[in-house]
């Protein structure tokens, strides 16, 4: 079976070619600036790294092109449209309605743009990805949506309901979901396995730390808790995101500033974090540049974002009455090893013992236990794999329609 793995955005749509037998990528890319001038489509397999220039208005153009660069006589990785058994579909956000997978009909589709006021960037770019696949690969193709909420389903009212007005949750649906749940779901899977275990008799604490990040707190196998809240803006500072505020902050800059409350969002959801307390980026590596320079600021952003993962690792500990691992990936987990030796370092007092040699390895793709053996607690870097997590639910729910 072949799953093709789609991740639609308002202007961009990125794929996977996966072939399930051997979980083996046969294909993968991009497509840029849809609707817009200079748009292109990126594709990459094991002999080719094309980049073109095509006009595309709209999704299903965009569609349209990643099926032609499948079938190219010369690039091509299939021989017909018909070796593509499924699509699955990263959707943002399944609300209360979608605790899982499931396969995509009309109800589900109405579902997922009637919870685009939870994730107006997200969700009806979802749905319009999945509505013009259906134009360009048939109805017959069977279509599978994998929510990025899904996983944290499993928390409890106390963990995800804000201490305001319970009206304004009858009304508005207000209540903390998490966001990242395919990656803290494949490491948290993979970190059991790496350790011999079963997930069910193990507390984990996943951190996915990158441009947009989270920490899920793990307790066999399911959520307890986790950091973004009603929108990923919640949590510790990111990239561009504030992460959480008192919230007297948020008034109080408008009142000065005479802002709206649009404005007041883009300051918090694209101005703030390492860019906005450095001056300098919101990538990390202009950041670590900037300090190692002696730039204050860079560094100050840095010494905040530490000790705030750091705290809520701490929090986390707490609340699932001990910790037999901690897992960083993504972006910044994966290739900053002195973040995660600055984070580990706070953590001594619950028993981590860094082996900072390993730390420093583990960089560029290379993944591995980070601690000493005499470490009270497992950490380990583990590449995330979204996209592997969205074909296998997509295979598993289309066989057992069969």
């Not at 201490?163 to 998490?178: M, S, T, V």
């Not at 951190?207 to 307790?219: E, K, Q, R």
């Not at 007041?264 to 694209?270: A, Q």
């Amino acid at each position: 079976m072949k799953v093709l793995v789609i991740n639609a955005g308002s202007s961009s749509l990125k794929y996977q070619l996966i072939d399930m037998t051997d979980e083996s990528v046969l294909a993968k890319g991009n497509c840029e600036r849809i609707g817009d001038e200079g748009s292109f489509i990126g594709y990459k397999t094991k002999d080719n790294n094309i980049k073109k220039e095509v006009d595309m208005l709209d999704h299903a153009e965009a569609f349209t092109q990643v099926k032609d660069m499948l079938l190219d006589p010369e690039v091509g990785v299939i021989k017909d449209l018909s070796e593509v058994s499924a699509v699955g579909h990263r959707v943002v956000q399944g609300g209360s309605i979608f605790h899982e997978s499931c396969l995509v009909d009309d109800s589900v589709i109405r579902s997922i743009q009637k919870l685009g006021p939870l994730a107006p960037l997200h969700n009806p770019a979802n749905a319009q990805g999945i509505i013009s696949s259906e134009e360009v690969f048939g109805k017959d193709v069977p279509q599978v949506v994998v929510f990025d909420t899904a996983f944290h389903s499993t928390m409890p009212e106390k963990a995800y309901m804000y201490p305001i007005p319970y009206e304004y949750y009858e009304k508005y649906a207000i209540r903390r979901y998490g966001f990242h749940g395919t990656s803290h779901r494949f490491v948290s899977s993979e970190m059991a396995k790496r350790m011999g275990k079963d997930i069910k008799d193990l507390k984990i604490i996943t951190c996915h730390i990158g441009n947009g990040s989270s920490i899920t707190a793990i307790d066999g196998g399911k959520v307890i808790d986790t950091s973004m809240g009603l929108t990923p803006l919640d949590g510790f500072m990111m990239g561009t995101r504030s992460g959480s505020l008192d919230p007297s902050v948020v008034t109080f800059i408008q009142e000065k500033e005479g802002i709206s409350a649009a404005e007041m969002d883009t300051i918090l959801n694209k101005k703030s974090g390492l860019l906005g307390v450095s001056g300098i980026s919101s990538d990390d590596r202009d950041v670590t540049a900037a300090e190692q320079d002696g730039n204050h600021r860079a560094r100050l952003a840095h010494q905040i974002l530490y000790y705030q993962i750091a705290k809520f690792i701490g929090s986390y500990y707490i609340a699932l009455g001990g910790c037999d691992a901690i897992v960083f990936t993504a972006g910044l987990g994966e290739n900053q090893p002195a973040l995660r030796k600055a984070v580990c370092d706070y953590l001594k007092p619950i028993g981590v013992e860094m082996d900072y040699a390993a730390n420093d390895a583990c960089i560029h793709g290379n993944e591995g236990k980070l601690t000493t053996d005499s470490s009270k607690i497992r950490v380990e870097l583990i590449a995330t794999n979204e996209e592997l997590v969205i074909a296998r639910d997509t295979k598993n729910i289309v066989e057992s329609l069969l």
